[in-house]
């Protein structure tokens, strides 16, 4: 039994490298494109760092005055706690500017505030519409 002649031998086997890269130039084209799609999901905002949120906290002073009525404090017109006299309540917040508002009876009172990334801040509410911060 003979085997094939060498030239043959050589021919397929360049043949078949051909074929291989001519075979990846689809699969190779997919990647770069699939590359491109990714890179372009890619926003501004996912490179921008993660800010901390701050702990805020909240306390009403007691008032004979006023001993009567809740005090509904809201951030940014969103509700958060409703407070009796020496209650207080803890949150988190983002950082930025924020419209701090409370409802004591006939009161309405609001403050902007500005809230810096990790910092922990304490705020007493009292009648008069005192935003007294610590």
């Known amino acids: 039994m003979r ?36 890179c372009g999901c890619a926003t501004v905002e996912d490179a921008k760092p993660q800010q901390t949120p701050a702990q805020v906290k909240v306390y009403r002073e007691p008032s004979s005055r006023d001993s009567l009525f809740p005090m509904l404090f809201a951030v940014d017109g969103r509700p958060i706690a409703q407070l009796q006299p020496k209650d207080e309540h803890s949150f988190e917040l983002q ?24 910092k922990t801040y304490v705020y007493r509410f009292a009648q008069g519409c005192v935003f007294a911060a610590e």
Do not use: W
């Open 3 to 38: 085997g094939a002649p060498a030239s043959t031998i050589a021919e397929r086997t360049h043949q078949t490298e051909v074929e291989a890269v001519v075979d990846m130039k689809p699969v190779s084209a997919c990647l770069a494109l699939a590359v491109l799609v990714l």
């Open 95 to 118: 950082p930025g500017e924020h419209r701090f508002e409370y409802e004591l009876g006939l009161y309405d009172c609001s403050a902007r505030v500005r809230i810096e990334s990790g």
